[in-house]
């Protein structure tokens, strides 16, 4: 079992970075792929990025484009989102993900989910 809680989330403007964290419970955490995903009103949960339970295998969405970073540190069960050049069109509610496979953790029916944390970009 794992439960993760995302924060970090808020109000910032075009060309301003956030960093997203999720922390995770559960003594098997090392062992998953964890991720972010991301819902934009009236659109659909997309893929943002993951990452291996190493962390030497870095996955991310095309519309990222070298503007986030993901990273994970095991010793402290969290998970990062560096976010920079941040756009109006990244408003969105990003959600922490965890999975047992990168197949899985790409897909909206990945295993754990967080609740959520807002973000939002003003022009």
């Known amino acids: 079992q794992v439960q993760l809680e995302e924060s970090g989330g808020g109000l910032v403007q075009a060309g301003g970075s956030l960093r997203l964290s999720c922390a995770a419970s559960?003594?098997?955490?090392?062992?998953?792929?964890m991720g972010w995903f991301r819902q934009a009103p009236g659109k659909e949960r997309e893929f943002v990025a993951g990452i291996s339970w190493s962390g030497s295998n870095l996955y991310y969405a095309v519309f990222v484009k070298r503007r986030f970073t993901i990273s994970r540190d095991n010793a402290k069960n969290m998970v990062y989102l560096q976010m920079n050049s941040l756009k109006p069109e990244d408003t969105a509610v990003y959600y922490c993900?965890?999975?047992?496979?990168?197949?899985?953790?790409?897909?909206?029916?990945?295993?754990?989910w967080g609740q959520g944390t807002q973000v939002t970009v003003s022009s």
């Open positions: 993900n965890a999975d047992r496979s990168i197949e899985g953790l790409r897909t909206t029916t990945a295993e754990y």
């Open positions: 559960g003594r098997t955490f090392s062992s998953y792929y």
